[in-house]
T-cell receptor
Framework: DADVTQTPRNRITKTGKRIMLECSQT?????MYWYRQDPGLGLRLIYY???????NKGEISDGYSVSRQAQAKFSLSLESAIPNQTALYFC??????????????FGPGTRLTVL | QQPVQSPQAVILREGEDAVINCSSS?????VHWYRQKHGEAPVFLMI?????EQKGHEKISASFNEKKQQSSLYLTASQLSYSGTYFC????????????FGTGTRLTIIP
């Protein structure tokens, strides 16, 4: 079984709809991240969490919200989806590393299309 | 601010060598390298830390020049399996425990 799973893997939705992307991990890591990937722009950080009570905005958090329901679960929500949120979304996890960033393990990605 | 990677794309024949560069406008604490094959998730290659420490799983060579705020990834005797997009990520240090990724270098290896 995969260590980091994402659901759904593909989603097509309409402008204005609320949508949730889910991420689960069995690696026992404290840190979890949500990234967005667009062609030519690389991976951009949306939100990250160091534990259930510690959630931080990344560089492109506008239009998104997150919930860390448990150590193993980190969900990303689009409250009112818009077409320019069409992208490939990755969840990642890592061990805690004081003052640093450890190796990140990525989920398989969710391809989201907003019409 | 995203680190800058160069080149943006490169095509090599099997057995040839490649160097991928990553430059930052900010002082570097650590540099991460990941490879992403088409349609797949990024996979960790290595971390280089200020002070010289390195961590990696593959036989890949890289350098980290703190003064120049640059890192380079060296792919020698390239194999078909090296094809993919390579990303560097910079970050680390207290209060900055997250990565900012570059826009990637697409490497294509042809037989």
């Amino acid at each position: 079984d995969a260590d980091v799973t994402q659901t759904p893997r593909n989603r097509i939705t309409k402008t204005g709809k609320r949508i949730m992307l889910e991420c689960s991990q069995t690696k026992g890591h404290d840190r979890m991240y949500w990234y967005r990937q667009d062609p030519g722009l690389g991976l951009r950080l949306i939100y990250y969490s160091f534990d259930v009570k510690d959630i931080n905005k990344g560089e492109i958090s506008d239009g998104y919200s997150v919930s860390r329901q448990a150590q193993a679960k980190f969900s990303l929500s689009l409250e009112s989806a818009i077409p320019n949120q069409t992208a490939l979304y990755f969840c990642a996890t890592s061990e805690s590393l004081a003052g640093g960033v450890d190796e990140q393990f990525f989920g398989p990605g969710t391809r989201l299309t907003v019409l | 601010q995203q680190p800058v990677q160069s080149p943006q794309a490169v095509i090599l024949r099997e057995g040839e060598d490649a160097v991928i560069n990553c430059s930052s406008s900010k002082a570097l604490y650590s540099v991460h390298w990941y490879r992403q094959k088409h349609g797949e998730a990024p996979v960790f290659l290595m971390i280089l830390l200020k002070g010289g420490e390195q961590k990696g799983h593959e036989k890949i060579s890289a350098s980290f020049n703190e003064k120049k705020q640059q890192s380079s990834l060296y792919l020698t005797a390239s194999q078909l399996s090296y094809s993919g997009t390579y990303f560097c990520g910079t970050g680390g240090g207290f209060g900055n425990e997250k990565l900012t990724f570059g826009t990637g270098t697409r490497l294509t290896i042809i037989p």
